[in-house]
């Protein structure tokens, strides 16, 4: 497989010995998009990636791409990039001489453009299964595989019908087959934030194409994953901000070929014998615009995310639903407990973050799938995450249970005058932990039982999940008369007003 090199002109900086170094440097718009991928955090039918990138935002990209278009503006702020821990590819810097800064930055990788879909899946399932440190055991199922398979034959048959069908001035549109969405997961949310469930579809469908991989060497989607897709995840280098500033960047040359600038010079290339392709590409090489890089010598996952979440913080903040999911499903825990701490000193709400994607994935919860993460797949009937965060905090950290018109906190008053006497945190000295309070709130902590047990009560007496019309309905806030902030609110606080008034501790679940 032929290896695309690309060399440029690069000053290396380190701040301190602590940290990595940094690579400044410039490239043009058409190679950074060929060799740093943008790890965004989106879903595939119901399969939510790893990334950390907001999806595109279109008026943005619109607005960048005409500022771009006037030729005399200057875009200052770098691309923020990190190298990534991929095999095959290699990205360094090479000085003068060993202390000299000036030097030139080298990215070497095999092309995985020119790649069958099967060998990408391949990759990317290498890379994401050395993160697990073997700490966690993917097992793929036959009964998995089956399940997949049957809607590989449903989606093929679709295509088969489709063709016969179509007229034959339909060939001229593209193609727009309507994926079959996958049935839900009966395993657990893995301790490893998600990432051992994206791995599993991963290996699933690499698993399947290993089995024929004559049949969809031509492909340029499986099952609901995309080349360009997984490329982006398996290129030497991450994009970690600037996503908007590159495709704006992209979207105006295109612009410009589209409107006829180039096509003197093109012509030109053309008489001279040079190939169509090629004639374009020069183009592009010789025209796009070059962007200034930061380029980050680490390829640690944990470091990314943490640059991401700063700097977007201070920039154009993250609404609180995806900082959320990013934090609590992008890293392996060995990764979390890396950065964690720097998290948190920036201002993020790293556990809060944690115990809410847990309650919102896991299919024990009530709550699974009915809360907003910030992803392309969320709903309008989905539960506000700041909301589910409320909520979460009267059971967790057992403050908030006030009902309206009172002042009483009665998760409060509960824990100062019956948590220690209650059974179910008897054994916090066996956990390790310097308090029964501790013990409670703690990520895996008795609380978290307690609140899957009540509120899967409260669904099953209070309410129905049949009849969206109907004013019980568990879902769609907006409608709901108990699936929203006023009535899960008030529910919690009355819960436990109940125990404080009939002097109550929490002894199990049950």
């Keep these: 497989m032929p290896k695309l090199t690309f060399e440029y002109p690069a000053i290396k900086i380190k701040q301190n010995e602590m940290c990595s170094d940094v690579v400044l440097f410039g490239a043009s718009a058409y190679e950074i998009h060929q060799w740093a991928g943008v790890p965004q955090k989106k879903s595939f039918e119901d399969i939510e990636t790893v990334g950390f990138q907001r999806v595109d935002n279109r008026a943005r990209l619109n607005e960048l791409k005409k500022f771009y278009l006037n030729q005399k503006n200057v875009v200052q702020n770098t691309l923020i990039c990190a190298i990534r821990d991929i095999a095959g590819c290699k990205v360094s810097f090479k000085g003068k001489d060993s202390s000299d800064c000036a030097g030139t930055l080298k990215i070497e990788f095999p092309s995985f453009y020119d790649m069958p879909i099967i060998d990408l899946f391949g990759i990317l399932r290498q890379s994401l299964e050395s993160r697990l ?20 034959s449903i989606l093929n048959e679709a295509k088969i019908d489709d063709q016969e069908d179509k007229h034959p001035l339909d060939d001229l549109e593209s193609e727009n087959v309507e994926e079959i969405k996958e049935s839900e997961q009966d395993s657990l949310i893995f301790d490893e934030s998600h990432i051992a469930d994206f791995i599993k ?4 469908r690499h698993e399947i194409l290993k089995e024929n991989p004559e049949l969809y060497i031509e492909r340029d989607e499986f099952l609901g994953f995309k080349k360009d897709s997984l490329i982006s995840f398996i290129l030497p280098v991450s994009l970690v901000d600037g996503q908007h500033r590159l495709l704006g960047a992209i979207g105006e040359i295109n612009t410009r070929l589209e409107t006829g600038e180039f096509d003197d010079e093109l012509s030109l290339s053309l008489n001279n014998g040079t190939d169509a392709t090629m004639a374009n590409t020069e183009i592009l090489k010789k025209h796009t615009r070059v962007l200034p890089v930061s380029l980050l010598m680490s390829d640690s996952p944990s470091e990314q995310v943490f640059q991401f979440v700063v700097i977007n913080q ?11 999911t990013i934090v609590s499903t992008t890293l392996t825990n060995d990764e979390m407990e890396v950065v964690s701490q720097r998290l948190m000193d920036s201002g993020i709400k790293l556990e809060e973050a944690r115990a ?24 309008k009937d989905m539960l506000q995450w700041s909301v589910m965060g409320k909520i979460i905090n009267i059971f967790k950290e057992l403050r908030g249970g006030i009902l309206f018109g009172e002042r009483n906190d009665y998760a409060k008053i509960w824990q100062e005058k019956y948590l220690s006497t209650s ?16 013990y409670w709130r703690s990520l895996e902590g008795p609380w978290r039982e307690l609140f899957v047990c009540f509120w899967n009560k409260v669904s099953d007496k209070l309410a129905q999940r049949e009849n969206k019309d109907r004013k019980n309905f568990w879902g769609a806030p907006r409608e709901s008369n108990i699936f929203n902030k006023i009535s899960l609110m008030i529910l919690s606080s009355d819960f436990f007003q109940f125990l404080v008034e009939t002097r109550t501790g929490i002894d199990s679940k049950e």
Excluded at 137 to 150: A, C, F, G, W, Y
Excluded at 201 to 204: F, K, R
């Design 133 to 152: 440190n073997g700490k966690v055991k993917i097992s793929i199922s036959e009964e998995d595989k089956q399940e997949l398979k049957k809607q590989l």
């Design 201 to 204: 579809e991963i290996a699933l």
């Design 314 to 324: 201070k920039a154009t903040p993250i609404e609180r639903s995806l900082l959320g």
């Design 356 to 379: 809410i994607t847990w309650i919102a994935k896991n299919p024990v919860s009530p709550f699974s799938n009915l809360v907003e993460r910030g992803v392309n797949s969320d709903s």
């Design 423 to 438: 059974g179910v945190v008897s054994e916090f000295d066996d956990n390790v932990f310097s308090s029964a309070y501790d």
